[in-house]
Nanobody, 118 residues
Framework: VQLQASGGGLVQAGGSLRLSCTAS????????MSWYRQAPGKKREMVAH???????LYADSVKGRFTISRFNAENTMYLQMTSLKPEDTAVYYC?????????????WGRGTLVTVSS
């Protein structure tokens, strides 16, 4: 299963961006969809997570500013980011797990760079 992430770019502090991630390949069903990010010199951290039933979880640092959603018919999830801060600058990765026939799979996207200027 391949993940294609897009939507990153350069934005000023206070601005907004929307990231998307689409899964393709041998997919029977998708379970959890998540966004992670990794800033220069830092460890990768979970940003937001959405379950198959639509339950969401956010890192404290993005609560109230970021919204994760999914469109199951197109195997796609989104991350709407508002009130962006310079500390949100990072490479954002999508992570998805699910089933392909009887087999479980988990995949990572290549990442999309978000740069927030002050």
């Amino acid at each position: 299963v391949q993940l294609q992430a897009s939507g990153g770019g350069l934005v000023q502090a206070g601005g907004s961006l929307r990231l998307s991630c689409t899964a393709s390949g041998s997919i029977t069903s998708i379970n959890t969809m998540s966004w992670y990010r990794q800033a220069p010199g830092k460890k990768r951290e979970m940003v937001a997570h959405i379950s198959s039933s639509g339950g969401t979880l956010y890192a404290d640092s993005v609560k109230g500013r970021f919204t994760i959603s999914r469109f199951n018919a197109e195997n796609t999830m989104y991350l709407q980011m508002t009130s962006l801060k310079p500390e949100d600058t990072a490479v954002y990765y999508c992570n998805v797990d699910g089933l392909g026939g009887p087999s479980q799979w988990i995949s990572w996207g290549r990442g999309t760079l978000v740069t927030v200027s002050s």
